[in-house]
């Protein structure tokens, strides 16, 4: 399918454990972006990458890896989950930077208990 | 630093309305772009439009309509006539163009819009 899909689309995890929420786009955008979205905040970024092999944080990085061996891949890894990471995330894609406009996936929504 | 206020958390309008959200944006930057997003109930997030700092000129969509003031950085969405399917959450966003903006987009925290009938 044409876009950008991301899965697990709901994911419930225990404290401690790594996750990992896979982000996939078919636009060969060179641009890749995690965002997470909780109340009271909007959306806040966390990784991006420029291209693959090249990655960069945002504004709320910490718990958080990401790596892009493919274009068209963006994983990001809890690499130990907390409660405070339960949110919805946020995958988004963009032919350039932050001032192009970024298509989003439909978001994973995550629990950690 | 780039920050977005939407002072409207939520908005309630009767059907056919017209109602006006409002965005107000701070930047150090002249060259900069400003979004709006769309989060139905369904949760995706909808792009609706793209505006940079140096096209003034206010737009319109159907029923919707943007108006962008740079002497009260103010960047306002309007939907005439309003309809259920409206109902959503509206997000506004800013990127500045330069270096240090650091490929950041600043979500604000949205306004819920309920259209009822």
């Known amino acids: 399918d044409a876009g950008i899909t991301q899965s697990p689309r709901y994911k419930i995890t225990e404290t401690g454990r790594q996750v990992t929420l896979m982000c996939h786009q078919t636009?060969?955008?060179?641009?890749m972006f995690w965002y997470r979205q909780d109340l009271g905040h909007g959306l806040r970024l966390i990784y991006y990458s420029a291209a693959a092999d090249i990655t960069d944080k945002g504004e709320v990085p910490d718990g958080y890896v990401v790596s892009r061996s493919k274009t068209e891949n963006f994983p990001l890894t809890l690499e130990s989950a907390t409660r405070s990471q339960t949110s919805v995330y946020f995958c988004?894609?963009?032919?350039?930077?932050?001032?192009?406009?970024?298509?989003f996936g439909p978001g994973t929504r995550l629990l950690v208990l | 630093a780039q920050k977005v206020t939407q002072a409207q958390t939520e908005i309630s309008v009767v059907e056919k309305e017209d109602v006006t959200l409002d965005c107000v944006y701070e930047t150090r930057d002249t060259t900069y772009y400003l979004f709006w997003y769309k989060q139905p109930p369904s949760g995706e997030l909808v792009f609706l439009i793209r505006r940079n700092s140096f096209d003034e000129q206010n737009e319109i969509s159907g029923r919707y309509s943007w108006n962008f003031q740079k002497s009260t950085s103010s960047f306002n969405f309007t939907i005439t006539a309003s309809q259920v399917v409206d109902s959503a959450v509206y997000f506004c966003?800013?990127?500045?163009?330069?270096?240090?903006?650091?490929?950041?987009?600043?979500f604000g925290t949205g306004t819920q819009l309920k259209v009822e009938l």
């Open positions: 988004a894609s963009s032919f350039g930077g932050a001032t192009e406009t970024q298509y």
């Open positions: 636009w060969s955008h060179s641009y």
């Open positions: 966003a800013l990127s500045e163009a330069s270096r240090g903006g650091g490929n950041k987009l600043t």
